[in-house]
């Protein structure tokens, strides 16, 4: 099995799921790359199997999968006509099983969780990750235990707790229940795969295996990555290096990474300049799922953005509201105001003319709309009200 | 293109979307079967172009799919042993584009529109077939329009609106609603494209044509489903019996359509041996997309049922929900009640001693169910709330 490694010290680890921090730096270890033999087994089905080379695998079990990964990439023709806009593309993570990109992570970090024997996993969370982490740890069997902060919605805590898992609210700061919950599973041999677990974020690196194959193995120009944590386009980042590692590509696509204004510590440090973050006291924009004033990836984006000369920019809610409603009203996307993001930064860039006609940029949808129905806006719907008997006036007005 | 046929009367019809019931036997009419000459062109990516000999449509077109179809099916290991079952499979629908089944008939119906020139689009409906119909509209630019009850969900209309989607909340009847819109549909050129419209069901045939390839061209002993309309069994059996006329299978699966007691206008009507459904006065299960008192497609889902050796059974508010948290707490999967009334069909002929353990049974779940969190009971979770400080104790009485 591969060793863990501190992409800042080089400090190498064994791949202990219950340490996954350098010691001595404090920054967060990822998986060493794969030697430089990694092929790509096209004739097989799933994509764990598929990329399995570049994978801290074995082998992939179908017992502990829900039959994440294979999404579709859709050309969005009709956005880059009204906004004259270069190819567009939507890699559409929102169609892994518990409707998020997390789906990725979880499914490869449990699979590690069952081959190493261990019986208890736990994530922190209030969204996504923790539905995410409660399916995988239900179809497994494994005792799951998410803890989210006190103030979680009903609804969130719901789809998590359907599965089974244990959910305990804890009251205080969310930023120390990240790093306590590693001490407590370090302790109690619970694996908490978090945000920016090693393993995790392994399997992240497979959505750019499956663009670099939907796009006939050449890249894109630009792919543009909502920002929270860090840990998912920490994976994207590290896929496409690992593909250039085996001559696969030549270049890199040009990673722009977004976060919400409100909720920008790493944006903030890139156009600075700055090789380290500092975290910010609240993150409170719209975007609720990536609103992290601490990310623990957020050094390694930098350091990978600047070494692949990609950007973090940010944009506004306003932005982004915009923008979630033109992917669900022009191409039928209803993604979360966090994926939406993305499509906010391409048009940021175009304001700027950073854009040419030849790109071919691909906008990472992260999660489903249907999870925060709240942060919509009735006002800006067509929506009438009318008996049967006067219906046929109603239609006539409606769609004249 | 094939023309449109009624099973009762054996009146055809030519493909006019604005026509889709019989006019001397007032039930739906149903794309003819292709000529016996079709194959499966395996090498294609997406299962429109795999399937098309079967379908009515002359070419797939991209830039109209949002990715529909392609949906795993897991072999669901820890509910068999647990429950002494026998190979025990579920196709999940859960994984189309807007969360449910309906996306595989929209996406047929939607391209046959643009193929005819039809510019305005509209169904009836207040849950999964207002939001996929709303998706695939603006996906292809179609002026959308719904109709919903008035006592619709806040949630469920703004996950249709967000795309743009013209709402009209009616006021009167819902079952004369349904019948409305087609005249209406009909006078003012807008193709509405509801629960049995002809080209709705060639979509859902794909299902069945996946489940087939996906069993290596073998097929399951039975197939589970949940029946409302009856537009999702008929696709599915349809698909059969054209594998059938082509040779590709020698016999067929035993269908099982599965009613919630409260709404079980077809079950009751199958017990009796009838030949057509009653219509009931009130449909009012906790399985509320299934909740049809009066299904359009009731009568030929018996007449296919009786020809293909099938039931249609009936389940307990009860039954479906401790089904909804089995799948969610044993698989991950976490399905609405309507699509979980499947699992608690298959519990209901294990008790009639109808199973043997050489039986291959499909699950067909039909639909996500982040779509009603308000069905779940917060009493069967295990949620506690601590402080950060006392974490540690909390974390070992939960999973001691």
Same mark, same amino acid.
């Given at each position: 099995?591969?060793?863990?490694?501190?992409?800042?010290?080089?400090?190498?680890?064994?791949?202990?799921?219950?340490?996954?921090?350098?010691?001595?730096?404090?920054?967060?270890?990822?998986?060493?790359?794969?030697?430089?033999?990694?092929?790509?087994?096209?004739?097989?089905?799933?994509?764990?199997?598929?990329?399995?080379?570049?994978?801290?695998?074995?082998?992939?079990?179908?017992?502990?999968?829900?039959?994440?990964?294979?999404?579709?990439?859709?050309?969005?023709?009709?956005?880059?006509?009204?906004?004259?806009?270069?190819?567009?593309?939507?890699?559409?993570?929102?169609?892994?099983?518990?409707?998020?990109? *997390?789906?990725? =992570? #979880? $499914?490869?970090?449990?699979?590690? /969780? +069952? @081959?190493? !024997?261990? *019986?208890?996993? =736990? #994530? $922190?969370?209030?969204?996504?990750? /923790? +539905? @995410?982490? !409660?399916?995988?740890?239900?179809?497994?069997?494994?005792?799951?235990?998410?803890? +989210? @902060?006190?103030?979680?919605?009903?609804?969130?805590?719901?789809?998590?707790?359907?599965?089974?898992?244990?959910?305990?609210?804890?009251?205080?700061?969310?930023?120390?229940?990240?790093?306590?919950?590693?001490?407590?599973?370090?302790?109690?041999?619970?694996?908490?795969?978090?945000?920016?677990?090693?393993?995790?974020?392994?399997?992240?690196?497979?959505?750019?295996?499956?663009?670099?194959?939907?796009?006939?193995?050449?890249?894109?120009?630009?792919?543009?990555?909502?920002?929270?944590?860090?840990?998912?386009?920490?994976?994207?980042?590290?896929?496409?290096?690992?593909?250039?590692?085996?001559?696969?590509?030549?270049?890199?696509?040009?990673?722009?990474?977004?976060?919400?204004?409100?909720?920008?510590?790493?944006?903030?440090?890139?156009?600075?300049?700055?090789?380290?973050?500092?975290?910010?006291?609240?993150?409170?924009?719209?975007?609720?799922?990536?609103?992290?004033?601490?990310?623990?990836?957020?050094?390694?984006?930098?350091?990978?953005?600047?070494?692949?000369?990609?950007?973090?920019?940010?944009?506004?809610?306003?932005?982004?509201?915009?923008?979630?409603?033109?992917?669900?009203?022009?191409?039928?996307?209803?993604?979360?105001?966090?994926?939406?993001?993305?499509?906010?930064?391409?048009?940021?860039?175009?304001?700027?003319?950073?854009?040419?006609?030849?790109?071919?940029?691909?906008?990472?949808?992260?999660?489903?709309?249907?999870?925060?129905?709240?942060?919509?806006?009735?006002?800006?719907?067509?929506?009438?009200?009318?008996?049967?008997?006067?219906?046929?006036?109603?239609?006539?007005?409606?769609?004249?």
């Amino acid at each position: 099995m591969r060793p863990l490694e501190c992409i800042f010290c080089k400090k190498t680890y064994p791949p202990d799921p219950f340490s996954p921090f350098c010691t001595r730096c404090q920054e967060p270890l990822l998986a060493a790359s794969p030697d430089t033999a990694c092929e790509i087994h096209s004739g097989r089905d799933h994509p764990l199997e598929k990329y399995i080379d570049f994978l801290p695998i074995n082998k992939f079990s179908p017992e502990f999968s829900l039959g994440e990964g294979n999404t579709p990439l859709l050309k969005l023709n009709r956005l880059k006509r009204k906004f004259i806009l270069p190819d567009l593309y939507a890699k559409n993570e929102m169609l892994n099983p518990t409707g998020s990109f *997390k789906d990725r =992570g #979880t $499914v490869l970090a449990v699979q590690r /969780a +069952v @081959s190493l !024997g261990i *019986k208890k996993i =736990g #994530t $922190v969370s209030t969204g996504n990750m /923790a +539905v @995410s982490t !409660g399916a995988y740890g239900a179809r497994a069997g494994l005792k799951t235990l998410v803890l +989210v @902060s006190e103030d979680v919605s009903d609804e969130k805590l719901y789809s998590a707790g359907i599965h089974g898992t244990f959910l305990i609210k804890v009251k205080g700061d969310y930023g120390a229940l990240f790093y306590k919950s590693l001490e407590i599973g370090k302790n109690k041999k619970i694996y908490f795969m978090n945000s920016v677990d090693p393993f995790r974020i392994e399997g992240y690196k497979v959505t750019a295996f499956e663009i670099f194959e939907q796009f006939n193995e050449k890249i894109p120009t630009h792919i543009f990555v909502p920002v929270s944590s860090g840990g998912h386009i920490i994976g994207l980042m590290k896929a496409f290096k690992e593909l250039k590692q085996n001559r696969m590509i030549d270049k890199f696509p040009v990673f722009i990474g977004i976060q919400p204004e409100k909720a920008s510590p790493i944006a903030r440090a890139f156009l600075k300049g700055d090789v380290k973050y500092k975290r910010i006291k609240k993150a409170e924009s719209l975007a609720q799922s990536i609103n992290n004033p601490a990310p623990p990836g957020g050094n390694i984006v930098l350091k990978m953005i600047y070494e692949l000369n990609g950007r973090v920019i940010h944009v506004t809610d306003k932005e982004i509201s915009k923008a979630q409603m033109l992917l669900a009203s022009y191409e039928g996307l209803f993604c979360l105001p966090a994926s939406a993001a993305s499509l906010a930064g391409v048009f940021r860039l175009k304001s700027e003319n950073k854009l040419n006609p030849s790109d071919r940029i691909v906008l990472i949808l992260t999660g489903s709309g249907i999870k925060n129905i709240k942060v919509l806006n009735p006002s800006e719907m067509k929506i009438t009200t009318t008996s049967l008997n006067k219906l046929d006036f109603a239609v006539s007005f409606a769609v004249k």
